[in-house]
């Protein structure tokens, strides 16, 4: 006969499968390896979940390495440098590169604009300063 759950041969008296220990129920063992009997399907009631790591051939970045990157975005020179290497490397998946450029593109922004206003606001104090009169 065979093992009703692995589907293994073990002798016609046994009471437990010699192979995975699982308890026989007498003479209601199949003739047949339980590996050529159908096997019903599970009934699923929604699509199984996507798995976070490729879809499409892409590797998505997860919210943990995104909290990552901005640790490391915040460390003063070494954040600039990471930025570089994930944003131009060729080893670098396409969402962190994209997410790298566009934090650069953004720093860039905030450092002219910086530059603005500390023109505006000098040449402001400029003017204020050259109309006074000292006495």
């Known amino acids: 006969m065979f093992c009703e759950n692995c589907g293994k041969q073990i002798p016609d008296d046994a009471a437990f499968c010699t192979h995975c220990g699982a308890k026989q129920l007498g003479g209601s063992a199949p003739s047949q390896p339980i590996s050529t009997l159908p096997k019903p399907q599970p009934v699923r009631s929604s699509p199984p979940p ?44 396409p969402n962190k590169k994209n997410f790298a450029r566009a934090y650069l593109v953004m720093m860039a922004i905030a450092i002219v604009l910086g530059i603005l206003i500390s023109v505006v606001m000098g040449a402001i104090m400029a003017s204020i300063m050259g109309s006074m009169y000292y006495y």
């Open 50 to 93: 996507q798995p976070a790591q490729a879809v499409g051939g892409i590797d998505l970045i997860t919210m943990g390495q995104y909290l990552i990157m901005f640790l490391i975005t915040a460390i003063p020179i070494a954040g600039i440098v990471m930025l570089f290497i994930w944003g131009f490397g060729s080893e670098t998946g």
